[in-house]
């Protein structure tokens, strides 16, 4: 049962241009969004993240948008660079308090930013 | 900032061998721990994660097992290793709290990873 859905494994985009990663999930708990870049043989580095109080989170070039009605998240990234080819993983989590975190994550889209 | 190291980066071993990966972390104390495995075509996908010393959860059933022997020691093991469990294997760590700035989300710190193959 995946709690989280990237349907897309991949995405081409030209240099310059936006890129839009999309993101859906089935988990009415979850609270909090992340996205998360991995390249090759390395582990996932955090990206930017939104919670649900909030419907856009921009942080430079990356911007996280979330429609909690549909159950959906977007990550924009404009303008696109070769260097933002990788795998971006959305991933997502309920509320907490103290005691142990858990994210649940996507099957990943793998970006290819075309010079 | 929290440094997470994991080894071996890469491993073969045959079908029926033991395993054993470990992972330290730097830069922060009672840290909460996790194993995550990406498997081909897959994403990735929690196997253990641990509040503290000698406290293991288990999300899945499965051929491994892990321990934390020290607040910032985790390692994941096999008695007997089977085809399926090739992959490629995450630690990773998080702040009791989880926050990240503003939104309070639980933002996990990654380890390179440790590829490994069972022939």
């Known amino acids: 049962d995946q709690q989280v859905k990237q349907n897309s494994p991949s995405l081409s985009v030209q240099e310059g241009r936006i890129s839009i990663l999309n993101c859906d999930y089935t988990?009415?708990?979850?609270?909090?969004f992340l996205w998360y870049k991995k390249y090759p043989a390395e582990g996932p580095t955090f990206l930017i993240s939104i919670s649900s109080i909030k419907d856009k989170n921009e942080d430079g070039r990356f911007t996280v948008f979330l429609n909690k009605s549909a159950k959906h998240l977007s990550l924009h990234i404009v303008p696109s660079q070769p260097g933002d080819s990788a795998v971006y993983f959305c991933?997502?989590?309920?509320?907490?308090?103290?005691?142990?975190?858990?994210?649940?994550f996507g099957k990943g889209t793998k970006l290819s930013v075309i010079p | 900032s929290q440094t997470i190291h994991q080894w071996p980066a890469t491993l073969v071993q045959p079908v029926g061998s033991p395993l054993s990966l470990e992972c330290t972390v730097e830069?922060?104390?009672?840290?909460?721990l996790y194993w995550y495995r990406q498997a081909a075509g897959r994403g990735l996908q929690l196997l253990f994660y641990s509040v503290g010393i000698g406290q293991i959860s288990s999300e899945v059933p499965q051929n491994l097992s892990a321990s934390r022997p020290q607040d910032r020691q985790f390692i994941l093991s096999s008695k007997k290793l089977l085809l399926s469990d090739s992959g490629f294997y995450l630690c990773?760590?998080?702040?009791?709290?989880?926050?990240?700035?503003?939104?309070?989300?639980?933002?996990?710190?990654f380890g390179a990873g440790s590829r490994l193959t069972v022939l």
């Open positions: 988990n009415s708990m979850f609270d909090y």
């Open positions: 991933a997502a989590s309920p509320y907490s308090g103290a005691g142990s975190y858990q994210l649940t």
């Open positions: 990773a760590s998080s702040q009791e709290w989880g926050l990240a700035g503003h939104s309070g989300a639980n933002v996990l710190t």
């Open positions: 830069g922060t104390s009672n840290p909460n």
